[in-house]
Nanobody, 113 residues
Framework: VQLQASGGGLVEPGGSLRLSCAASKMFVSRYTMGWYRQAPGKQRELVAHITIGGSTNYADSVKGRFTISRDNAKNTVDLQMNSLKPEDTAVYYC????????WGQGTLVTVSS
């Protein structure tokens, strides 16, 4: 199983990015999938997840700014990030919550002017 996150980059505060997680050898529609992030010197944290039924949940720090979605046809899970703040700077990863797979390399998001 591989979970490949992409779409990161350098963005100014207030900007937007869209991350995408492509899964191989697993169907994202069969799992509760989440986006995590790990900032330098901090533990990895869950920022958003989407259940098999399509319900979503967000960490308080990103609520109202981030949107998680799933495309079953493409077998991807996306994270739309708006109104980015410097504290959103981190490496972002995707994984299953209920059956975690090997972590991928993640994608780096840097929010800075």
């Amino acid at each position: 199983v591989q979970l490949q996150a992409s779409g990161g980059g350098l963005v100014e505060p207030g900007g937007s990015l869209r991350l995408s997680c492509a899964a191989s050898k697993m169907f994202v529609s069969r799992y509760t999938m989440g986006w995590y992030r790990q900032a330098p010197g901090k533990q990895r944290e869950l920022v958003a997840h989407i259940t098999i039924g399509g319900s979503t949940n967000y960490a308080d720090s990103v609520k109202g700014r981030f949107t998680i979605s799933r495309d079953n046809a493409k077998n991807t899970v996306d994270l739309q990030m708006n109104s980015l703040k410097p504290e959103d700077t981190a490496v972002y990863y995707c994984n299953s919550l209920n059956s975690p797979k090997t972590w991928g390399q993640g994608t780096l998001v840097t929010v800075s002017s």
